[in-house]
């Protein structure tokens, strides 16, 4: 057997192996942005005008407001439907969903 056919067999199964981890890594989950994401996030639009994207984490809730940083607020009480750092205060009640900040009486919110 000459040289060029041994070689021949041995490249043919090198660019089918390279050829089978490309298609499987681009396969892989999490390759497409958002999928498989166990916090999605839920939009909503308070009555004061304040738009807030919502990601529940069981223990605590992550809040952007009007699209800054999002700010991980702490669960409260053993129910878990109000999240507060002692400055903002996220409570849901009912489904219906309220945002507070500070001492000012917290805002009614719809959507998700």
């Known amino acids: 057997m000459s040289r060029i056919s041994r070689t ?4 043919a199964i090198s660019v089918l192996m390279l050829a089978s981890c490309e298609h499987s890594a681009s396969n892989a989950p999490g390759a497409s942005i958002g999928v498989g994401n166990p916090y ?10 304040t738009r807030l994207a919502v990601r ?5 809730a992550s809040v952007s407001v009007n ?22 205060t996220l409570t849901i ?8 900040v500070g ?3 917290p805002t009614a919110c719809t959507g998700g």
């Open 40 to 49: 999605p996030v839920s939009n909503y639009v308070c009555e004061d005008g």
């Open 67 to 88: 699209d800054a940083p999002a700010v991980d607020l702490p669960s409260m009480g053993s129910e878990g439907t109000t999240f507060s750092n002692g400055q903002r």
């Open 93 to 100: 009640v009912q489904g219906r969903l309220s945002w507070g």
């Open 8 to 11: 021949l067999p041995i490249a």
């Open 56 to 60: 529940l984490m069981g223990d605590r």
């Open 103 to 105: 001492r000012a009486v």
